[in-house]
């Protein structure tokens, strides 16, 4: 693993069964220790494919993933612990309470007594949610899922976060507030590996970011460096419309 | 540990708080067991070859009434009853309580019957004596007084009952007709006989009915309504688990908390567990519900309740053995489907169709005989008739092991199926 990396995705491929094309295709990637990395890309670009992999949902078809200098392949159960994963569906019970859902999550990572107890209530309150700790899922607004669904990925104090479009469908507030936070996170040393359909977001916030279209990176390197890279763009979002196209993705 | 009890308990929570799977686990199946059993009762004591009431009223005791009882108790068809609720009866009574639909068929045997018939016979063999010349005097013209039997039946009493209560009584009231004859003759014929010699005809056996069975008799045992119908029900109710847990399977990958489950570590398998274990629990408290239900409720409907054998240790390895079959059955369907209504209806359909096949829905005898060859393929039906022995046989662990093994096969290749299908789309 290259010096400072703690993610090494090497030439990393994934064609799933019936389709004739690759959902990530001959992938190389290297993500820096306590950098927020963006991944970038259009609708069907393969980012998710690529982020799960890197969770060890999907067996990789080619190419070798290491995090942490683990292997994916053969190391799941020692990443799963030093990972936490933020994914795209609000994946928590929505007929079971926050707190419910939080005690089952935490107890799973083999979080237990007072220890859970103090992180649920540290990461609800960081992000607004203490007096809504006792009401079921399913009477939350889409921002408080969001915000509860962020801090059932971060109750085991991962070292590095996988965040699967986290602020889609989320008001401005509870956006603001996430991204914030995100930030805040970062400074403690967290690794965050973030893919948002939201470029302002994203140019904001991360330090660096790699463009996805049809499973191929087409470009890496810092939003600041990307925009001048660029000539006539002044903006990430600018840079990506240039680079994947105006045609629409399904 | 923790992980697993932490699983159990957000299962328990997530389906107390599904209050239609809740219903479709505990509320129907009660409302089934007991609408089935009340309703089949009538037509299942139709089939079954169980004694019949008989109201029976012979208020002076009468030596013909004495004897056509005995004859009718030999039949072994009826229990006859001389009264009702410690009242004896009389012809009114009688009447009442067979119009009222409460008693099949009642019997009433008149004051002075045997009286009446002695007279009869007497004047009978007198009558032949003065025709051929054997008593003194002129040939006097008799009057014979006819004895009425009284039979009342219910309207919707069956011909064959008719037909069997009938034949019993014509040949009773016969056999008695034909030995006050005989002994008439021979009282009177004694007088002519010198000294004090008496005349004593005896009868010999004359026609001998040989019964015996064409081909090896059929040992079906014939359950009654509550022993059909509390098992058959509860093992429906048992695999009706397999909609809300193959839909809390499928809610899981839908929702997305199987990738979270996923990804966190040694997590899987564990919550998996404890899902199998909530389901697994709510089959044996539905087996504990109904068939309490069976034992102490149904028979407030004045229906038998449910005897539930002596066996206890037997009727646990059959519930265990069923319970597993179809929590597998369960985890099988999640593991197939993609969607809740497809878990629904495809779920909802096979269990009609392997409740259909194993005798659930209609017990085996009734079925047609090249139906009943499709039994041996269902789940339902090895466990059904794992009930069936325990409550009508009385069976021992060992009757029903190779019935419990089929349905531990059953289990263990579902589980197989569910989780090789899930692991292979997996490395696809």
């Known amino acids: ?250 | 540990m923790n992980k697993f009890f932490a699983s159990f308990v957000k299962e328990v929570l997530l389906l107390i708080r599904d209050r239609a799977g809740m219903i479709s686990l505990f509320i129907m199946p009660i409302i089934l067991v007991f609408v089935m059993t009340v309703i089949e009762d009538s037509a299942l004591n139709a089939t079954a070859d169980k004694q019949i009431s008989m109201l029976f009223s012979n208020p002076q005791n009468d030596s013909l009434g004495i004897a056509i009882k005995n004859g009718l108790e030999d039949t072994k068809a009826f229990t006859i009853l001389e009264s009702v609720d410690g009242k004896a009866l009389d012809k009114q009574s009688l009447e009442h309580y067979v119009s009222a639909g409460k008693y099949p068929v009642g019997i009433y045997i008149p004051e002075g019957a045997t009286d009446t018939l002695r007279s009869n016979a007497r004047k009978v063999v007198m009558k032949t004596f003065a025709e051929i010349g054997l008593t003194s005097g002129e040939t006097k013209t008799y009057d014979f007084d006819s004895v009425v039997i009284n039979i009342f039946y219910d309207p919707a009493v069956r011909n064959s009952l008719k037909a069997l209560v009938d034949g019993a009584i014509g040949q009773h009231s016969a056999n008695i007709v034909g030995k006050m004859i005989s002994e008439m003759y021979s009282e009177i014929l004694s007088d002519f006989l010198p000294g004090e010699k008496k005349l004593n005809v005896n009868y010999p056996t004359m026609i001998t009915v040989n019964k015996q069975y064409a081909s090896e008799p059929d040992n079906t045992i014939i359950p009654n309504s509550t022993q059909h119908n509390v098992p058959s029900w509860t093992l429906f109710a048992m695999f009706f688990i397999v909609i809300p847990l193959a839909s809390s399977i499928i809610q899981e990958k839908d929702g997305g908390t199987y990738m979270r489950l996923v990804t966190m570590p040694k997590t899987y398998v564990t919550t998996f567990i404890g899902k199998m274990v909530v389901y697994f629990i709510v089959c044996l408290l539905q087996v504990i519900i109904l068939f309490s239900m069976g034992v102490y409720l149904i028979p407030l409907a004045g229906i038998p309740g449910l005897q539930l054998g002596t066996h206890f240790d037997a009727l646990v390895i059959a519930v265990l053995a069923s319970a597993f079959a179809a929590v597998a059955f369960g985890v099988m369907m999640g593991s197939f489907c993609t969607s809740y209504q497809q878990a629904a209806s495809v779920g909802v359909i096979l269990i009609i169709i392997l409740a259909s096949f194993g005798g659930l829905w209609m017990p085996v005898y009734l079925m047609p005989k090249n139906m009943q060859g499709l039994l041996g393929y269902s789940p339902m039906n090895w466990a059904l008739t794992n009930f069936y022995d325990l409550f009508l046989r009385n069976a021992g662990i060992k009757d029903i092991l190779p019935n419990v093994f089929k349905l531990f096969l059953f289990g263990t290749g579902c589980f197989i199926v569910g989780f090789g299908y899930k692991a292979l789309k997996k490395v696809k």
């Open chain 1, 1 to 250: 693993m290259s010096e400072n990396a703690i993610i090494e995705i090497v030439n990393l491929s994934k064609t799933y069964r019936g389709s004739d094309r690759p959902a990530v295709d001959h992938v190389s990637l290297t993500i820096r220790q306590n950098e927020i990395f963006g991944l970038l890309g259009p609708n069907g670009a393969g980012k998710t494919t690529t982020i799960s992999i890197l969770c060890g949902l999907f067996a990789p078809s080619a190419g070798e993933v290491y995090i942490d200098g683990l292997s994916v392949k053969s190391d799941k159960e020692k990443i799963k612990n030093i990972i936490g994963i933020v994914p795209q569906d609000i994946a928590l019970y929505p007929s079971l309470t926050a707190y419910e859902n939080l005690r089952f999550i935490g107890r799973m990572y083999g979080l237990k007594g007072a220890v859970l107890k103090q992180r649920i209530g540290m990461y609800v309150e960081l992000l607004g949610l203490q007096d809504s700790l006792r009401k079921k899922i399913n009477t939350f607004s889409g921002g408080m899922k969001r915000r509860i669904n962020l801090v059932a990925g971060l109750l085991h104090n991962p070292r590095i976060v996988i965040l699967d479009e986290p602020t889609v469908g989320v008001d401005v507030q509870s956006r603001n507030l996430m991204v914030q936070y995100l930030g805040e996170l970062n400074k403690t040393g967290t690794t965050i590996i973030y893919t948002s359909h939201y470029l302002q977001e994203a140019e904001c916030l991360c330090s660096r970011v790699a463009f996805m279209d049809n499973g191929k990176i087409i470009i890496k390197g810092s939003p600041k460096e990307l925009i001048s890279q660029t000539p006539g763009c002044q903006t990430l979002e600018e840079v990506f419309l240039k680079l994947t196209g105006i045609d629409l993705r399904d």
